[in-house]
């Protein structure tokens, strides 16, 4: 019974406190932070996910674990109640100027989690707050870096740097910062207007760039194709040289073994019976042939004394050929040779 009363008593009285006292954590900006603060009924049900800060007369005494805890009543009071979630806060958006002097309006997402309940909560008066305007401070100091262009190209870079300074400096708070996103990035109208021309003859350049090497490229296949055409022309005409060469060698050399085996046959015709007879013929059959090509082939003429004494030129050229004949044994060759000339002589 008396524990009964004291109960009752303790509850009105807390319910009293939590009515006079300022809730610092209860305000709109901080409802993501702490739900409701939770009045000490002795017996309470801590949520999942959720860790809930306990002072004892006024001073930190412990954090509540998800599940069933007890409280003394009066003595404690649950002061604080933070969320162990990942938290997404909006960064307003700011202006800042880059290092070539144009100004933006930078907007970004911020996430972040609470690792340590106790300094989250002694740390720093209102976290939501700091971290937004750290965010904030940290990204105008980095676009302060950078030119404007390269904080078009280099935007993944620009966050990991704000997630790096904003946790050097909420590691007392309790906070990690996790990821940190720039959502839109404005420019001037007429800074626009001059990333728009740009824009538009670096597309002239490349089309310049790309006609050239292209022009490039055809003046080069031309050139390979001529080249190729002259070094076939040059293959072809070698080889066609070498085969004429190689036809008028075999020429040459097949006249040479007609004329070979045309003095072979006469030599042995001239061996056998009746020899004289047949030279005596063909010098005669000669000497006939070479008046009948005078002044036909040129117009100086030089004739013998006895022109009409054919039998006397046969017996000239047969006495040569005997003469010959004794000296050895190539004598019919050197009668067939010297009756050849004096045909020869004849005609001219």
């Given at each position: 019974?008396?524990?009964?009363?004291?109960?009752?008593?303790?509850?009105?009285?807390?319910?009293?406190?939590?009515?006079?006292?300022?809730?610092?954590?209860?305000?709109?900006?901080?409802?993501?932070?702490?739900?409701?603060?939770?009045?000490?009924?002795?017996?309470?049900?801590?949520?999942?996910?959720?860790?809930?800060?306990?002072?004892?007369?006024?001073?930190?005494?412990?954090?509540?674990?998800?599940?069933?805890?007890?409280?003394?009543?009066?003595?404690?009071?649950?002061?604080?109640?933070?969320?162990?979630?990942?938290?997404?806060?909006?960064?307003?958006?700011?202006?800042?100027?880059?290092?070539?002097?144009?100004?933006?309006?930078?907007?970004?997402?911020?996430?972040?989690?609470?690792?340590d309940p106790f300094k989250a909560s002694y740390g720093?008066?209102?976290?939501?707050?700091?971290?937004?305007?750290?965010?904030?401070?940290t990204m105008r100091s980095e676009l302060g870096k950078?030119?404007?262009?390269?904080?078009?190209?280099?935007?993944?870079?620009?966050?990991?740097?704000?997630?790096?300074?904003?946790?050097?400096?909420?590691?007392?708070?309790?906070?990690?910062?996790?990821?940190?996103?720039?959502?839109?990035?404005?420019?001037?109208?007429?800074?626009?207007?001059?990333?728009?021309?740009?824009?538009?003859?670096?597309?002239?350049?490349?089309?310049?760039?790309?006609?050239?090497?292209?022009?490039?490229?055809?003046?080069?296949?031309?050139?390979?194709?001529?080249?190729?055409?002259?070094?076939?022309?040059?293959?072809?005409?070698?080889?066609?040289?070498?085969?004429?060469?190689?036809?008028?060698?075999?020429?040459?050399?097949?006249?040479?073994?007609?004329?070979?085996?045309?003095?072979?046959?006469?030599?042995?015709?001239?061996?056998?019976?009746?020899?004289?007879?047949?030279?005596?013929?063909?010098?005669?059959?000669?000497?006939?042939?070479?008046?009948?090509?005078?002044?036909?082939?040129?117009?100086?003429?030089?004739?013998?004394?006895?022109?009409?004494?054919?039998?006397?030129?046969?017996?000239?050229?047969?006495?040569?050929?005997?003469?010959?004949a004794k000296k050895g044994p190539n004598v019919p060759?050197?009668?067939?040779?010297?009756?050849?000339?004096?045909?020869?002589?004849?005609?001219?």
């Amino acid at each position: 019974m008396m524990l009964r009363t004291l109960c009752r008593t303790g509850g009105a009285l807390l319910q009293q406190t939590q009515r006079a006292a300022p809730r610092l954590w209860v305000t709109p900006a901080q409802q993501r932070w702490a739900s409701s603060l939770p009045m000490n009924t002795v017996v309470l049900f801590v949520p999942q996910q959720e860790a809930w800060v306990v002072e004892r007369m006024g001073r930190f005494h412990r954090i509540l674990e998800p599940g069933l805890n007890f409280l003394i009543p009066i003595l404690d009071r649950v002061r604080y109640v933070q969320s162990l979630k990942e938290i997404v806060i909006d960064v307003p958006e700011q202006s800042a100027v880059s290092l070539d002097n144009v100004t933006l309006q930078i907007d970004g997402v911020l996430y972040l989690r609470i690792l340590d309940p106790f300094k989250a909560s002694y740390g720093v008066e209102e976290p939501e707050y700091a971290v937004t305007q750290l965010a904030q401070t940290t990204m105008r100091s980095e676009l302060g870096k950078l030119t404007l262009d390269k904080v078009f190209r280099e935007r993944e870079s620009l966050n990991s740097n704000i997630v790096h300074s904003i946790n050097q400096a909420s590691d007392e708070w309790g906070i990690r910062c996790l990821r940190y996103e720039i959502k839109d990035i404005h420019v001037p109208p007429r800074v626009k207007e001059s990333m728009q021309m740009q824009v538009e003859a670096e597309r002239k350049k490349r089309a310049t760039v790309l006609d050239s090497e292209g022009m490039r490229e055809a003046a080069i296949n031309v050139a390979e194709g001529q080249k190729r055409a002259q070094i076939l022309a040059s293959e072809g005409e070698k080889a066609e040289q070498i085969n004429k060469a190689a036809g008028e060698a075999q020429a040459v050399l097949a006249r040479a073994e007609a004329k070979a085996k045309a003095i072979c046959m006469l030599s042995e015709a001239l061996t056998q019976q009746n020899g004289d007879a047949a030279a005596s013929l063909s010098v005669a059959e000669q000497y006939v042939s070479a008046f009948s090509k005078l002044a036909k082939e040129s117009n100086t003429i030089l004739l013998p004394s006895n022109t009409g004494d054919m039998s006397g030129m046969i017996t000239q050229a047969m006495t040569i050929y005997s003469t010959m004949a004794k000296k050895g044994p190539n004598v019919p060759e050197a009668a067939q040779l010297k009756s050849e000339d004096h045909a020869n002589q004849s005609s001219q």
